[in-house]
């Protein structure tokens, strides 16, 4: 089982950018599959981005579809999230996730490991 830990948040303006990263623990990383979620305060935890062992075919939620992109390097253990063009609403924690196997779903119940999160706050 690996553990994870998020950083990178922080306060940024509407329109601009931040990157999280998140650091894995474990010889075993390239065989998760890697997901990043955000959970506003009230609402329930959303799916942002999902990406295979392999680094292929990630995928991403609606919401944040063209504006956001997840990296994985598994020599370093580490799997990004590049967010861009930033809207209010994208205020969240954020969190990263693991997912034994080489699929990630895109449901919080299926990822096993998460890290304490990571607040981003877009102000208007």
């Known amino acids: 089982q690996v553990q994870v830990v998020e950083s990178g948040g922080g306060l940024v303006q509407a329109g601009g950018s931040l990157r999280l990263s998140c650091a894995a623990s474990?010889?075993?990383?390239?065989?998760?599959?890697m997901g990043w979620f955000r959970q506003a305060p009230g609402k329930e935890r959303e799916f942002v981005a999902a990406i295979r062992w392999s680094g292929s075919l990630p995928y991403y939620g609606d919401s944040v579809k063209g504006r956001f992109t997840i990296s994985r390097d598994n020599a370093k253990n580490t799997v990004s999230l590049q967010m861009n063009s930033l809207k209010p609403e994208d205020t969240a924690v954020y969190y990263c996730?693991?997912?034994?196997?080489?699929?990630?779903?895109?449901?919080?119940?299926?990822?096993?490991?998460w890290g304490q999160g990571t607040q981003v706050t877009v102000s208007s």
């Open positions: 996730a693991a997912q034994y196997g080489t699929v990630p779903s895109n449901r919080a119940a299926d990822f096993g490991s």
């Open positions: 474990g010889r075993t990383f390239s065989t998760y599959g």
